[in-house]
């Protein structure tokens, strides 16, 4: 399958003579305003991006300043095309990403060479990306295994939550509900976040995680600790090893998804859209869990009587908007999950 490229410039010869020189060995996407590129980055992720510098509405700069501020664009490289440029240009566009410029009018020669080039060092980092997501992924599944082992009434309520996370933000997007926060998400990374969220049961003693009868108040407030111990465990590894966006996500899992929307959950006691998206998220889908569960100390409720359980509580334990999203979406789950 040929590698896709997207050719930005406001000049239609341009877009032509890039076309002309690339189409034989990649997928040439020929785009005339860098808005209209931001619009098909929805659809379609491109190998390598030749982007113009100026240009109306959006320059050169605005659209590298979008790719950068998306995680999931942030690894596309950039080549700027230029008919000039000067040496406090060239340091500014270094500095936010550019892997090279190319001078306008185009080489055909010197701009397939470049382009190659770009695109080879390109699958090598993806590479070597794979590699440490795949060992942090295993991670991330053992760390999880440990938490649901101990947890032995759960069931697969890791898998499950995981699932309905990237569900719930799917539907969200279609929707455009809290559209800035999530445009740039990577629902995958996030829902592999999402397994994370009850690690702080590891430090939970069994005589309390394990007890099939109702907690006693003390019980209880050890129990709560989880959430907040869960914080503290992320934090220690961010500590050691610096914070990135999966750290970052998974702690606001782990510390938030027993927050309720009326003030009145915990650690933090935080109310409303203070609370974490990830909580807010989170907290809809762990009690719907466990309400379609079966547990040693009870049976599975319905799906009619979860979703009046879960809408009796709309905007007191849960964000409204949240819940209106797993109604829609109801049926989906039922056949997929349950």
């Not at 980055?41 to 659209?63: A, C, H, T």
């Not at 590298?64 to 998306?70: E, P, V």
């Amino acid at each position: 399958m040929k590698k896709i490229i997207f050719v930005v410039d406001d000049s239609i010869s341009n877009l032509t003579m890039a076309a002309e020189a690339l189409s034989a060995d990649y997928a040439v996407r020929t785009i005339p305003s860098g808005k209209k590129a931001i619009d098909l980055l929805e659809k379609i992720k491109p190998n390598l991006i030749l982007l113009d510098i100026e240009m109306p509405e959006m320059d050169g700069f605005d659209v590298l300043k979008y790719l950068k501020g998306h995680e999931q664009f942030q690894d596309i490289p950039v080549i700027f095309l230029t008919a000039k440029t000067d040496f406090a240009t060239e340091i500014e566009a270094l500095k936010m990403g550019v892997v090279d410029f190319i001078g306008k009018p185009f080489n055909p020669a010197v701009l397939i060479n470049r382009v190659k080039h770009h695109i080879d060092i390109s699958g090598l980092i993806q590479a070597q990306t794979f590699q440490i997501y795949k060992a942090r992924q295993d991670i991330v599944f053992v760390l999880a295994d440990m938490v649901e082992n101990r947890d032995e009434s759960t069931g697969d309520h890791l898998g499950r939550t995981s699932k309905l996370v990237k569900m719930i933000l799917t539907h969200m997007l279609e929707k455009k509900l809290y559209y800035d926060q999530i445009v740039g998400w990577d629902f995958d990374l996030i829902a592999e976040c999402s397994l994370l969220h009850d690690v702080g049961k590891i430090s939970t003693p069994d005589r309390i995680l394990k007890k099939p009868g109702k907690l006693t108040p003390e019980e209880w407030e050890i129990m709560k600790d989880h959430a907040a111990a869960g914080g503290r465990i992320i934090e220690k590894i961010i500590a050691r090893s610096g914070e990135n966006v999966f750290l970052r996500n998974s702690r606001l899992f782990a510390i938030a998804h027993h927050e309720r929307w009326n003030g009145k959950g915990y650690p933090n006691g935080l109310k409303g859209e203070d609370i974490p998206l990830q909580g807010r998220i989170m907290a809809i889908v762990d009690v719907y869990d466990a309400l379609m569960s079966k547990r040693v100390y009870k049976d599975a409720f319905t799906v009619e009587q979860t979703l009046n359980i879960i809408t009796s509580e709309k905007g007191e334990h849960f964000d409204p908007n949240l819940v209106d999203i797993l109604l829609d979406i109801q049926e989906k789950i039922h056949q997929e999950l349950y």
